[in-house]
């Protein structure tokens, strides 16, 4: 059986999704030329019309698939609450694809995606490189798919439009704050795995770093509590640190909670920040200082991006920075 679908079909034929549905549901409504290289491309791909295309030129329903890394973080699932609100008012149907999968690769779940022939993609994971961003782009060019990047961009590029924060300006504040409390030797705590947004907030603290003429220091680790809390045991024992910047409201509070089995004061002797504002932040005790992202904004502005797209309007700037503050609460002076 063909597993051609009918992005496949409109591909190949450079015309749009109704075109092919148009070709062989109103044959009277394509110019001839056009009807023929489609049906052309249907017979030589072996595609199998299915009910969804062959209602396409009029159906009113939109599906939308929305990517993410997995939805373990706190982050992801105030995002989604962001999308589905959108989706909700223009009567959306979701599709929830999750990365973290033994599985099926993620060029796997992506070609999944195409074969759902859905009408845009929302992706979410910041673990974008080269090789993701490529393909990203041969599914919106390819299939004619409209993509957007939401928490996470392709630096360089804005061919795949995205809606993020200035992660580096952000890096770079959070870090400014801790230097101007006097502190000496600050820490940044980062992933162990490469994400494209953990980079640019390094690259703010080492930019702050760098001009108050102190020592950068980054440490990796997992984003899992139980390895990491073991990490940071294992730290204490040889190292002294004033000031921690943590990518992730989660790995601050586990950093912060092995500083109180080792009878570290917070925040008198050690300065603690995290990077989300997440309901983490606001649980803690003490609660955590924190570059504040605006997570809801980012998923309902990042689906409002994708329904313009979706419709063909113009948009205006392909590249959206939300603004971002600085939360201070009890793990800073």
């Known amino acids: 059986?063909?597993?051609?679908?009918?992005?496949?079909?409109?591909?190949?034929?450079?015309?749009?999704?109704a075109t092919v549905s148009r070709a062989i549901n109103n044959p009277e409504k394509v110019k001839p030329e056009t009807r023929e290289r489609v049906l052309k491309v249907?017979?030589?791909?072996?595609?199998?019309?299915?009910?969804?295309a062959r209602g396409l030129a009029s159906r009113k329903s939109t599906i939308?698939?929305?990517?993410?890394?997995?939805?373990?973080?706190?982050?992801?699932?105030?995002?989604?609450?962001?999308?589905?609100?959108?989706a909700r008012v223009y009567k959306y149907s979701i599709l929830l694809y999750i990365l973290e999968s033994e599985e099926a690769s993620e060029e796997d779940?992506?070609?999944?995606?195409?074969?759902?022939?859905?009408?845009?993609?929302?992706?979410?994971?910041?673990?974008?490189?080269?090789k993701q961003?490529?393909?990203?782009?041969?599914?919106?060019?390819?299939?004619?798919?409209?993509?957007?990047?939401?928490?996470?961009?392709?630096?360089?590029?804005?061919?795949?439009?995205?809606?993020?924060?200035?992660?580096?300006?952000?890096?770079y504040e959070i870090a400014k704050k801790l230097i101007e409390e006097g502190r000496k030797d600050i820490f940044m705590i980062s992933t162990v795995r490469k994400y494209m947004v953990n980079d640019l907030k390094e690259a703010g603290y080492l930019r702050a770093m760098k001009e108050a003429g102190l020592k950068q220091s980054i440490m990796r680790t997992s984003g899992r509590i139980s390895i990491?809390?073991?990490?940071?045991?294992?730290y204490f024992k040889d190292n002294k640190v004033d000031g921690v910047i943590?990518?992730?409201?989660?790995i601050a509070i586990?950093?912060?909670?092995?500083?109180?089995?080792?009878?570290?004061?917070?925040?008198?002797?050690?300065?603690?920040c995290g990077f989300q504002n997440t309901k983490y932040a606001r649980l803690a005790r003490p609660q955590l200082s924190c570059v504040d992202v605006p997570i809801y904004d980012l998923g309902a502005v990042g689906m409002r991006l994708l329904t313009k797209l979706m419709n063909n309007e113009d948009i205006s700037e392909k590249v959206i920075k939300l603004p971002h503050s600085i939360v201070l609460r009890k793990t800073t002076l």
């Open 133 to 171: 961003y490529d393909f990203l782009k041969t599914i919106k060019n390819t299939y004619q798919i409209p993509v957007v990047l939401t928490n996470t961009f392709y630096p360089g590029s804005d061919e795949i439009p995205s809606v993020s924060i200035d992660y580096e300006r952000a890096g």
């Open 254 to 272: 586990s950093f912060m909670n092995v500083a109180f089995e080792n009878n570290v004061k917070i925040p008198e002797e050690l300065g603690i």
């Open 228 to 234: 990491n809390t073991e990490h940071f045991n294992e």
């Open 64 to 86: 939308v698939a929305v990517v993410v890394p997995d939805m373990g973080r706190a982050s992801i699932a105030e995002m989604m609450n962001g999308i589905a609100d959108i």
């Open 109 to 130: 779940i992506l070609r999944e995606i195409i074969a759902a022939q859905v009408d845009g993609i929302l992706y979410l994971n910041d673990e974008i490189n080269e």
């Open 42 to 52: 249907i017979e030589e791909l072996g595609y199998k019309p299915n009910a969804f």
């Open 1 to 17: 059986m063909s597993k051609a679908t009918i992005y496949d079909v409109a591909g190949a034929a450079r015309v749009s999704l």
């Open 246 to 250: 943590a990518v992730r409201d989660s």
